[in-house]
């Protein structure tokens, strides 16, 4: 079995230090360091799932690993996931559309806003949401990716070798 991991973010500078670029962070802090081939979609979050179905009709019996933003999960964690909604993730959501299926592999990057205590998180709705995750990270933010991104690797080389179910159960 082949595996992609596809890191869901927006292309340009403007765009590559915030939230919803956690995915593309945290892989870039891991570059050619994966046990799998790396596809980076061109196109904006809300179309990623386009470029990844375009590169599946050429690439047969390959099993798709998307590593995303989640703003419900605390700053700097991840959990691994598998055949679930969008949990109303635009660029999941486009995923699963394109696909026209949802059984494929996800490592969510908490990026969850910490009230002033910095420990308690704060739930976001409508536009706060989209203003929260396009703002971009602190230095702060960026180094709690660094730090989690060498995790990221080992869990995705236990996807790769040992399958979802076996990473899940250790890391999550």
Do not use: W
Request: aromatic share 8%.
């Amino acid at each position: 079995m082949n595996y992609i991991l596809v890191p869901l973010g927006n292309p340009g500078k403007e765009y590559e230090r915030t939230r919803h670029n956690a995915g593309r962070i945290v892989c870039e802090n891991c570059a050619n360091d994966f046990s799998c081939e790396v596809f980076i979609p061109k196109s904006y979050m809300n179309e990623n799932g386009r470029d990844v179905a375009e590169y599946l009709k050429y690439h047969d019996d390959t099993e798709v690993i998307v590593i995303y933003d989640d703003k419900d999960l605390p700053f700097g964690k991840f959990r691994i996931s598998h055949d679930r909604g969008d949990g109303g993730h635009n660029g999941l959501k486009s995923i699963i559309n394109h696909l026209g299926k949802k059984d494929f592999v996800r490592i969510r990057i908490g990026v969850a806003h910490k009230d002033t205590d910095g420990r308690n998180i704060i739930p976001l709705f409508g536009d706060e949401v989209q203003k929260y995750v396009m703002a971009n990270c602190t230095d702060e933010d960026l180094e709690m990716l660094k730090g989690v991104a060498s995790r990221v690797k080992e869990a995705v080389e236990v996807i790769v070798k040992e399958g979802f179910a076996k990473a899940m159960e250790k890391f999550n």
